[in-house]
């Protein structure tokens, strides 16, 4: 396929619903605690520490990227974490992992109970760079464009992002190139081998992304 592009309308996220449905509708099946326990995936940047269990916003007007995959994966929380409500500290997310990526007007905001804690970058003529980009969300919205896109691969023979790859029998997509616009994401954790962020601020505010 050579080029496939998916609107997808933008809106406040709802964390884990739009992900649900997701996860039936491609038929990705989970059977008990055990069986989610081996969905983390292998070799995956992002699951090498506990989450906090505190999601977090993330929105730019433009990302672009080369090398793009996305899978399932289970986040864990420390045992006892105060966040982990009725999930029984495991998270179902998406992993979006990016080679080569950029973002204009990169906002992150996370609800610290009446306060926000906003970071700011990347905007004007320098927008933020990253290698080995991976992100682990439960929802993401925007409207994207992928170039040459695989769909229904399996996680385990992902190779568009060096070292990050899934599962046996899990279900993935991966394509060589990736543009959101408008992009919104409610995410868990964020890591990356090289991360730049010209024109950073950080601030408390009383408002979020």
Known sequence: ?????????PGPPRSGTRWRRFAATFGIVVAGAAGMIMLTAQGVLGAQFAIS????????????????????????????SPNQGDTG??????????????????CQSINLGGVFLKITAGNGDKPVTARTLVVDGDEIAGNAAFRNIDIGQ????LDKVPGVKGNPGVFSQQADSIVI???????YATTAAVFNLPNLRM????DGC
């Not at 616009?181 to 995410?187: F, I, M, P, T, V």
Request: aromatic letters at 6%.
């Open 53 to 80: 269990g505190m999601p977090f916003t993330v929105t730019a007007d433009r990302l672009t990227g080369t090398g793009f995959e996305q899978f399932a994966t289970l986040d864990q929380m420390i045992p006892d």
């Open 154 to 157: 399996d996680a385990s023979t």
């Open 89 to 106: 500290g495991q998270v179902l997310v998406m992993v979006s992992a990016i080679d080569k990526a950029e973002l204009t007007n990169l």
């Open 1 to 9: 396929m050579s080029e496939e592009t998916t609107p997808v309308a």
């Open 181 to 187: 616009e408008n992009l919104r994401q409610n995410n």
């Open 203 to 206: 601030a408390f505010t009383s």
